[in-house]
Protein backbone atom coordinates (compact mmCIF):
# COMPACT_ATOMS: atom_id res chain seq x y z
CA UNK A 1 0.00 0.00 0.00
CA UNK A 2 1.27 3.17 -0.98
CA UNK A 3 2.41 5.81 2.14
CA UNK A 4 0.66 9.09 2.34
CA UNK A 5 3.64 10.96 1.19
CA UNK A 6 3.57 8.64 -2.20
CA UNK A 7 0.20 9.34 -2.59
CA UNK A 8 0.61 13.74 -2.07
CA UNK A 9 3.65 13.43 -4.64
CA UNK A 10 1.99 11.27 -7.23
CA UNK A 11 -1.22 13.62 -7.26
CA UNK A 12 0.99 16.97 -7.24
CA UNK A 13 2.73 15.58 -10.51
CA UNK A 14 -0.38 16.10 -12.66
CA UNK A 15 -2.38 18.52 -10.00
CA UNK A 16 -0.67 21.62 -10.14
CA UNK A 17 1.16 20.90 -6.89
CA UNK A 18 -1.85 19.49 -5.22
CA UNK A 19 -2.91 19.75 -2.49
CA UNK A 20 -0.10 22.47 -1.81
CA UNK A 21 -0.24 25.57 -4.50
CA UNK A 22 -2.06 24.90 -7.14
CA UNK A 23 -1.04 26.50 -10.48
CA UNK A 24 -3.32 29.67 -11.23
CA UNK A 25 -2.56 31.28 -15.00
CA UNK A 26 0.95 30.90 -15.77
CA UNK A 27 3.68 31.49 -14.88
CA UNK A 28 1.90 32.18 -11.42
CA UNK A 29 2.32 29.55 -8.33
CA UNK A 30 -0.37 31.00 -5.51
CA UNK A 31 -3.16 29.52 -3.31
CA UNK A 32 -6.34 28.69 -5.39
CA UNK A 33 -9.10 31.28 -2.57
CA UNK A 34 -6.41 34.11 -4.35
CA UNK A 35 -8.25 33.32 -8.02
CA UNK A 36 -11.93 34.11 -7.29
CA UNK A 37 -12.95 32.19 -10.72
CA UNK A 38 -10.67 29.36 -10.17
CA UNK A 39 -11.88 28.69 -6.19
CA UNK A 40 -15.77 29.12 -7.98
CA UNK A 41 -14.68 26.28 -10.25
CA UNK A 42 -12.76 23.77 -8.20
CA UNK A 43 -15.30 21.42 -5.76
CA UNK A 44 -14.95 21.31 -2.48
CA UNK A 45 -13.02 17.99 -2.21
CA UNK A 46 -10.28 19.22 -4.47
CA UNK A 47 -10.15 22.05 -2.43
CA UNK A 48 -9.02 20.06 0.78
CA UNK A 49 -5.68 18.42 1.05
CA UNK A 50 -4.80 15.25 1.73
CA UNK A 51 -4.23 15.75 5.72
CA UNK A 52 -7.50 17.77 5.77
CA UNK A 53 -10.88 16.98 6.31
CA UNK A 54 -14.52 18.43 7.09
CA UNK A 55 -14.00 21.45 9.77
CA UNK A 56 -10.57 22.02 9.21
CA UNK A 57 -10.69 25.96 9.93
CA UNK A 58 -8.37 26.76 6.85
CA UNK A 59 -6.73 24.55 4.11
CA UNK A 60 -3.30 24.25 3.10
CA UNK A 61 -4.43 24.34 -0.74
CA UNK A 62 -6.60 27.43 -0.14
CA UNK A 63 -4.37 29.51 1.47
CA UNK A 64 -1.01 27.88 1.53
CA UNK A 65 -0.68 27.59 5.12
CA UNK A 66 -0.94 24.07 6.80
CA UNK A 67 -3.28 23.43 9.17
CA UNK A 68 -1.36 23.26 13.11
CA UNK A 69 -0.90 19.85 14.12
CA UNK A 70 0.09 18.86 17.79
CA UNK A 71 3.12 18.74 18.80
CA UNK A 72 5.10 15.64 20.24
CA UNK A 73 7.91 16.55 23.03
CA UNK A 74 10.44 15.84 20.47
CA UNK A 75 9.24 18.63 18.55
CA UNK A 76 8.40 20.93 21.04
CA UNK A 77 11.74 21.07 22.43
CA UNK A 78 13.34 21.64 18.79
CA UNK A 79 10.98 24.24 18.30
CA UNK A 80 12.09 25.71 21.75
CA UNK A 81 15.97 25.18 20.63
CA UNK A 82 15.44 27.08 17.42
CA UNK A 83 14.07 30.08 19.39
CA UNK A 84 16.57 29.85 22.01
CA UNK A 85 19.18 29.96 19.39
CA UNK A 86 17.50 32.74 17.92
CA UNK A 87 17.42 34.43 20.96
CA UNK A 88 21.19 34.21 21.16
CA UNK A 89 22.81 34.51 17.96
CA UNK A 90 20.15 36.54 16.18
CA UNK A 91 17.97 38.44 18.28
CA UNK A 92 19.28 38.68 21.80
CA UNK A 93 17.26 42.14 22.70
CA UNK A 94 13.97 40.42 22.10
CA UNK A 95 14.34 37.44 24.37
CA UNK A 96 11.59 37.46 27.04
CA UNK A 97 14.20 37.51 29.69
CA UNK A 98 15.78 40.54 28.57
CA UNK A 99 16.75 43.27 31.07
CA UNK A 100 14.03 45.55 31.92
CA UNK A 101 15.74 49.07 33.81
CA UNK A 102 13.74 51.03 35.21
CA UNK A 103 14.47 54.62 37.60
CA UNK A 104 11.47 56.44 39.84
CA UNK A 105 12.13 59.88 41.50
CA UNK A 106 9.87 61.79 43.08
CA UNK A 107 9.95 65.01 45.11
CA UNK A 108 7.23 66.50 47.68
CA UNK A 109 7.04 69.82 49.60
CA UNK A 110 5.77 68.83 53.19
CA UNK A 111 3.31 70.65 54.56
CA UNK A 112 4.47 72.07 57.87
CA UNK A 113 1.10 72.78 59.06
CA UNK A 114 0.88 68.46 59.02
CA UNK A 115 3.64 67.61 60.51
CA UNK A 116 3.43 66.38 64.22
CA UNK A 117 6.19 64.92 67.19
CA UNK A 118 4.24 61.90 67.05
CA UNK A 119 5.19 61.44 63.40
CA UNK A 120 3.50 62.11 60.00
CA UNK A 121 3.91 59.54 57.25
CA UNK A 122 4.27 60.68 53.48
CA UNK A 123 4.95 57.96 50.38
CA UNK A 124 7.92 59.35 48.46
CA UNK A 125 8.33 57.22 45.63
CA UNK A 126 6.88 53.69 44.10
CA UNK A 127 7.36 51.11 41.68
CA UNK A 128 5.27 48.46 39.94
CA UNK A 129 7.47 45.01 39.52
CA UNK A 130 6.01 41.61 38.12
CA UNK A 131 6.15 38.22 39.45
CA UNK A 132 7.05 35.45 37.33
CA UNK A 133 10.21 36.72 37.49
CA UNK A 134 13.39 38.47 39.31
CA UNK A 135 13.40 42.20 40.51
CA UNK A 136 16.48 43.77 41.69
CA UNK A 137 16.17 47.31 43.62
CA UNK A 138 19.93 48.08 43.26
CA UNK A 139 19.58 51.81 44.02
CA UNK A 140 17.99 53.40 46.79
CA UNK A 141 18.35 57.31 47.11
CA UNK A 142 16.76 59.69 49.73
CA UNK A 143 16.86 63.20 49.02
CA UNK A 144 16.22 66.40 51.04
CA UNK A 145 16.71 69.15 48.81
CA UNK A 146 16.22 71.42 51.23
CA UNK A 147 15.49 71.92 55.27
CA UNK A 148 14.43 75.27 56.42
CA UNK A 149 13.77 75.92 60.02
CA UNK A 150 10.91 78.34 60.75
CA UNK A 151 9.66 81.15 63.40
CA UNK A 152 6.80 81.17 65.42
CA UNK A 153 5.09 83.07 62.68
CA UNK A 154 5.63 80.47 59.78
CA UNK A 155 9.01 82.89 58.24
CA UNK A 156 11.89 81.31 57.95
CA UNK A 157 14.47 81.48 60.16
CA UNK A 158 17.53 79.35 58.88
CA UNK A 159 17.88 76.82 56.06
CA UNK A 160 20.21 73.93 56.41
CA UNK A 161 20.41 73.67 52.91
CA UNK A 162 20.04 70.73 50.72
CA UNK A 163 21.24 67.32 52.85
CA UNK A 164 22.78 64.96 50.25
CA UNK A 165 24.23 62.13 52.66
CA UNK A 166 28.35 63.65 53.16
CA UNK A 167 26.90 63.54 56.83
CA UNK A 168 24.80 60.70 57.52
CA UNK A 169 24.71 60.85 61.05
CA UNK A 170 23.44 64.71 60.98
CA UNK A 171 19.87 63.71 62.13
CA UNK A 172 18.13 64.82 63.89
CA UNK A 173 18.55 68.23 63.09
CA UNK A 174 18.09 70.94 65.81
CA UNK A 175 15.82 73.80 65.62
CA UNK A 176 17.82 77.18 66.15
CA UNK A 177 14.75 77.87 68.61
CA UNK A 178 15.44 75.45 71.51
CA UNK A 179 11.48 76.00 71.82
CA UNK A 180 11.06 74.20 68.94
CA UNK A 181 12.52 70.85 69.33
CA UNK A 182 14.45 68.65 66.80
CA UNK A 183 13.60 67.42 63.56
CA UNK A 184 13.71 63.43 63.05
CA UNK A 185 13.24 60.93 60.08
CA UNK A 186 12.50 57.37 59.44
CA UNK A 187 12.84 55.58 56.24
CA UNK A 188 10.96 52.49 55.21
CA UNK A 189 10.90 50.28 52.07
CA UNK A 190 7.58 48.81 52.14
CA UNK A 191 6.55 45.60 49.37
CA UNK A 192 2.79 45.59 49.06
CA UNK A 193 1.99 42.83 47.01
CA UNK A 194 -0.81 43.70 44.19
CA UNK A 195 -4.02 41.17 43.51
CA UNK A 196 -3.81 38.90 40.05
CA UNK A 197 -6.21 40.62 38.65
CA UNK A 198 -4.07 44.09 38.47
CA UNK A 199 -3.21 44.75 35.51
CA UNK A 200 -0.89 47.95 35.66
CA UNK A 201 -0.11 50.36 38.60
CA UNK A 202 -3.41 51.91 38.76
CA UNK A 203 -5.27 48.49 38.66
CA UNK A 204 -6.68 48.55 42.36
CA UNK A 205 -4.49 50.56 43.77
CA UNK A 206 -4.54 53.96 45.61
CA UNK A 207 -2.71 56.96 44.41
CA UNK A 208 0.35 57.84 46.23
CA UNK A 209 -0.88 58.36 49.93
CA UNK A 210 0.24 61.18 52.81
CA UNK A 211 0.33 63.03 55.09
CA UNK A 212 -0.63 60.28 57.33
CA UNK A 213 -0.18 58.90 61.23
CA UNK A 214 2.80 56.09 60.75
CA UNK A 215 0.16 53.43 61.91
CA UNK A 216 -1.79 54.01 58.22
CA UNK A 217 1.49 52.62 56.59
CA UNK A 218 0.73 49.41 55.17
CA UNK A 219 1.81 46.77 57.34
CA UNK A 220 3.39 44.50 54.71
CA UNK A 221 6.68 42.80 54.39
CA UNK A 222 9.89 45.77 54.62
CA UNK A 223 12.46 44.49 51.90
CA UNK A 224 14.94 45.99 54.43
CA UNK A 225 15.19 47.29 57.77
CA UNK A 226 13.99 50.96 58.64
CA UNK A 227 16.68 53.29 58.88
CA UNK A 228 16.56 56.90 60.79
CA UNK A 229 19.92 58.21 59.20
CA UNK A 230 21.25 59.09 55.56
CA UNK A 231 23.01 56.08 54.92
CA UNK A 232 21.00 56.00 51.93
CA UNK A 233 21.91 59.77 50.43
CA UNK A 234 21.92 60.95 47.24
CA UNK A 235 25.68 61.34 46.95
CA UNK A 236 27.41 58.82 48.42
CA UNK A 237 28.12 55.12 47.16
CA UNK A 238 26.41 53.39 49.42
CA UNK A 239 23.05 53.78 47.66
CA UNK A 240 24.30 52.14 45.06
CA UNK A 241 25.12 48.52 44.30
CA UNK A 242 22.61 47.07 46.16
CA UNK A 243 20.97 44.00 45.46
CA UNK A 244 17.07 43.79 47.08
CA UNK A 245 15.31 40.80 45.55
CA UNK A 246 11.94 40.72 45.18
CA UNK A 247 9.44 37.82 43.17
CA UNK A 248 5.73 39.30 43.17
CA UNK A 249 3.94 41.00 41.41
CA UNK A 250 3.75 44.11 44.13
CA UNK A 251 4.63 47.35 44.92
CA UNK A 252 7.54 48.36 45.93
CA UNK A 253 7.09 52.12 48.45
CA UNK A 254 9.59 53.98 49.79
CA UNK A 255 7.95 55.76 52.97
CA UNK A 256 9.19 58.84 55.22
CA UNK A 257 8.22 59.54 58.59
CA UNK A 258 8.58 63.05 60.00
CA UNK A 259 8.79 63.72 63.46
CA UNK A 260 8.92 67.79 63.87
CA UNK A 261 6.80 70.54 65.30
CA UNK A 262 3.87 71.65 63.43
CA UNK A 263 4.93 75.06 61.72
CA UNK A 264 8.66 75.52 62.61
CA UNK A 265 9.97 73.25 59.18
CA UNK A 266 9.39 73.30 55.60
CA UNK A 267 10.80 70.58 53.89
CA UNK A 268 11.54 69.39 50.11
CA UNK A 269 12.32 65.63 49.96
CA UNK A 270 12.08 62.71 47.72
CA UNK A 271 13.24 59.29 47.20
CA UNK A 272 14.67 57.71 43.93
CA UNK A 273 14.12 53.94 43.29
CA UNK A 274 16.14 52.08 40.70
CA UNK A 275 16.86 48.24 39.56
CA UNK A 276 15.85 45.73 36.79
CA UNK A 277 13.73 43.26 36.02
CA UNK A 278 13.97 39.62 34.36
CA UNK A 279 11.80 37.59 33.23
CA UNK A 280 11.83 33.57 34.05
CA UNK A 281 12.93 31.26 30.95
CA UNK A 282 15.05 28.76 29.68
CA UNK A 283 18.68 31.55 30.06
CA UNK A 284 18.35 30.97 33.91
CA UNK A 285 18.94 35.03 33.80
CA UNK A 286 16.31 35.36 36.67
CA UNK A 287 17.43 33.17 38.34
CA UNK A 288 21.27 34.40 38.20
CA UNK A 289 19.65 38.14 39.28
CA UNK A 290 18.13 36.56 42.85
CA UNK A 291 20.82 34.36 43.49
CA UNK A 292 24.56 36.17 42.14
CA UNK A 293 26.05 39.23 43.03
CA UNK A 294 25.91 41.35 39.90
CA UNK A 295 28.60 44.18 40.80
Not at 51 to 64: A, L, N, T, V
Request: negative net charge; aromatic residues 10%.
Amino acid sequence: MASLEEIERDLARGAGDFPHDPIVGPPARVPIAFDPPTFLETPDYQRSGIREGPGSPYFWRDYGWPYPILMDAAQRKAAADRRLSSHRHVLPADTPERIRYWDELRCVDLPPQRLVTTGTAFELVRVHLQKFGTGVVERISTIFDDVTALDGEGVPLFSFGPLPGNQPCILPLAHPDPAAGVLAVQFRLVVSELPDFSLGITAGVPPYQGPLPPAAIPSDENLRPPWSELRQGYDVLWSDLLQHVVGVDCLVRLWIIVFAQPNRWALRVGGRLAGYWNSAGRLGVALDAATRRTL
